[in-house]
């Protein structure tokens, strides 16, 4: 036994018609956390998804999924996936979409009521299991789907953008779905093109850009390079050889912000230590200039993303590149 819910190595998938979606894939993701799966559209991250549940075949795979080889049927069967935009029959409720799954799952009738209903009542859906799925909203279809992810108790859970369609009050809901699940011990794999939410939830991310992982890791790691502080100051700053040494030791830059009458400042010291600041801080006061803020910045998770784009050269490509390689797919495989 691993602390690894999923270990993958080499992992490639060429389509038919030398569609390479899927270039040596190496992924780790650990037991028990929400871990983020990013990219632009035709990065793989779908096929690579599928390739974990057994609907894509790979070219070539090395890897583990719960400690099983990738297909192994009883790992799967520990599994729960929300594929992005599900779609179940218009003529079942929302109740029997739920009993439905958990019948394909050889869930007893009884266990799979109580589950049923736990779960509608979690996705906020109570009210509206017994109306047919053809009269729901995509959102509300959405709430239905991840309910069905989660009819197995599965150990860990594919969702590929769990909140499309979503009003801000379930997006909200369903990022506490996440956080309750890995509190109870889940694996998450969150593939979503909303770049905040993955940010509030994944403790770390992947992000794939031409069938390849470019950045992997914990988002503290990944972001560690762009910390830095910046205090807004009013008036004048200090001069002198003092000041100008406190500056230069931290690699500080100092930039004109204007605004008249009273002039402000910006430095930008890069450290993400807060002792180290304090002298300039002090100088600041000592030189009776007005200290407006002091912030801790550190570059966001779309700041990664886009970094990680333009260096693989991928400014604005890719619309509709997956849909190309799921339909490449159809046909036959390399």
Not at 117 to 142: E, F, H, N
Request: proline share 5%; aromatic share 4%.
């Amino acid at each position: 036994m691993t602390s690894a819910a999923i270990d993958l190595s080499n992992v490639e998938k060429t389509y038919r018609g030398r569609i390479r979606a899927l270039r040596g894939v190496q992924m780790r993701v650990e037991k028990g956390e929400v871990f983020g799966l990013l990219g632009p559209n035709g990065a793989g991250k779908s096929t690579l998804v599928k390739i974990l549940t057994s609907v894509v075949h790979p070219t070539r795979c090395t890897g583990t999924l719960l400690d099983a080889p990738i297909g192994d049927k009883k790992a799967l069967a520990r599994v729960g996936y929300l594929p992005e935009n599900p779609r179940f029959p218009d003529y079942l409720t929302g109740g029997q979409v739920l009993d439905l799954f958990g019948a394909l799952a050889k869930i007893p009738r009884a266990e799979r009521r109580r589950r049923a209903d736990d779960l509608l009542a979690t996705v906020g859906m109570t009210k509206w299991a017994r109306t047919k799925i053809g009269r729901y909203s995509k959102g509300m279809r959405q709430r239905i789907g991840l309910a069905q992810a989660l009819m197995n108790d599965p150990e860990i859970v594919f969702l590929d953008e769990p909140t499309d369609g979503v009003d801000p009050v379930g997006r909200r809901e369903i990022r506490e779905m996440l956080v309750r699940m890995r509190d109870d011990g889940r694996t998450v794999m969150l593939n979503s093109h909303l770049l905040s939410e993955a940010e509030t939830v994944c403790g770390r991310v992947a992000i794939m850009v031409k069938g390849k992982v470019v950045r992997h890791g914990a988002l503290d790691d990944l972001t560690r390079h762009s910390r830095r502080y910046e205090i807004e100051a009013a008036g004048p700053l200090p001069s002198g050889d003092h000041w100008r040494s406190l500056v230069h030791g931290l690699g500080a830059e100092v930039r004109s912000l204007g605004g008249a009458p009273r002039e402000a400042s910006l430095v930008v010291a890069p450290t993400d230590e807060p002792e180290p600041i304090q002298a300039l801080l002090d100088a600041l006061r000592a030189a009776r200039a007005v200290v407006r803020s002091v912030r801790p910045v550190r570059a966001s998770l779309e700041d990664l993303f886009l970094e990680a784009v333009q260096s693989m050269g991928e400014e604005g490509a890719g619309v509709g590149g997956q849909k190309g390689r799921d339909a490449a797919g159809k046909g036959a495989e390399r």
